[in-house]
């Protein structure tokens, strides 16, 4: 089983609408968790950090669940350019190793 | 924010060639940095983590003498990857953290090795 899991998607999302999707994780020591956006062929870019219960910021909202092990992730009044890969990670160790979960895909259409 | 430079962001080779990556933080210093390759459609394989001035720790399955790892400094990580195959074509990307409470690691934009 892997350590970070997602629904791949793709999550159709009409332009101005409200998409949210979750990801699960296995290991309970997992201390930090981290949203990332992924552009194809592009790096990952750092999207929100999740440290607590969750973080806000703008039309990203966060949210962690330590007792059923899920963070999820809302994306409000969705635009064209929120088109992208989601990756779900997880940090673990001291030394920051990440886990990455294999990303959901979100499509916003006009 | 921070930045991560990679150089080249891509490189065609013959196979049996190296080919040397480089990962730069240009405006911090990184404590660790990681080096990463996936294949398309597919999530980031952790290939292996290096601190500065000392052996990089690679994940099972990674050969440490095809994919050599040099920290030389605090703000420099290379990855060379030897006598290189087709199978070896792959997009690599390194990330470097600067340590701290929480690790954010940011991201290099990435080399995309094709190997004839």
């Known amino acids: 089983r892997k350590e970070v899991e997602q629904d791949p998607g793709p999550f159709n999302v009409p332009e101005g609408a409200t998409v949210a999707f979750n990801c699960t994780y296995s290991n309970s020591a997992s201390q930090s968790f981290f949203w990332y956006r992924q552009d194809c062929r592009k790096e990952p870019k750092l999207l929100m950090s999740v440290y607590s219960s969750g973080n806000e910021d703008g039309r990203f909202t966060a949210q962690l669940n330590r007792a059923s092990q899920y963070i999820s992730l809302l994306i409000r009044d969705s635009k064209l350019s929120d088109s992208a890969t989601y990756l779900c990670?997880?940090?673990?160790?001291?030394?920051?190793?990440?886990?990455f979960g294999a990303g959901t895909q979100v499509v916003v259409t006009p | 924010g921070a930045v991560v430079s990679q150089h080249p962001s891509w490189v065609i080779c013959k196979s049996g060639t190296s080919v040397k990556i480089e990962c730069r933080s240009l405006?911090?210093?990184?404590?660790?940095m990681f080096w990463y390759r996936q294949f398309p459609k597919q999530s980031l394989m952790l290939m292996a983590t290096s601190n500065e001035g000392s052996k990089a720790t690679y994940e099972q399955g990674v050969e440490k003498d095809k994919f050599l790892i040099n920290h030389a400094s605090l703000t420099l990580s290379t990855l060379t990857v030897t006598s290189a195959h087709p199978e070896d074509s792959s997009f690599y990307i390194c990330s470097a953290s600067a340590g701290g409470t929480y690790n954010e690691q940011f991201f290099g934009p990435g080399t995309r090795l094709t190997v004839l």
């Open positions: 990670v997880g940090a673990t160790d001291s030394w920051g190793k990440l886990q």
């Open positions: 405006d911090f210093q990184a404590t660790t």
